[in-house]
């Protein structure tokens, strides 16, 4: 198993926060908060997100927000590769969401 350097944000028109982790590859990675290093959930409890941009740094990746308790995923998408030329592949806009305490963001990136 190898790892690699992770980083995220979510956000909305008010404001949003940034998560990292180095990551496992093969398997579901909990990102936490880069302010106090709290889970999603915890960090953005009641807040609306409207966009969610998540990197890596090789090979691919997706990431999901799961309520931990029911185990239902909320949202999904693709990551996109640290220094990869031009824009983003997309906005990271998602259908808004309001987050709630016992969500988690997660990631899965395998290596190329």
């Known amino acids: 198993m190898s790892t690699q350097a992770t980083n995220a944000s979510c956000f909305s028109g008010s404001g949003g926060r940034s ?10 990675n909990r990102l ?5 290093s709290a889970q999603f959930g915890f960090a953005q409890t009641n807040q609306l997100i409207t966009h969610v941009q ?12 799961r309520n931990s308790v029911s185990q239902v995923t909320k949202r999904v998408g693709f990551c996109y590769a640290i220094g990869a030329g031009g824009a983003p592949p997309y ?4 259908q808004p969401m309001t ?5 988690v ?3 899965y990136p395998v290596v190329a």
């Open 32 to 36: 936490t908060s880069d302010i106090g």
């Open 54 to 65: 998540v990197q890596y740094t090789a090979g691919a990746a997706a990431w999901r927000i």
């Open 19 to 28: 998560y990292s982790l180095s990551a496992t590859d093969d398997e579901w």
């Open 105 to 107: 963001l997660e990631i």
């Open 91 to 94: 906005s990271g806009a998602i």
């Open 99 to 103: 987050v709630e305490q016992d969500d």
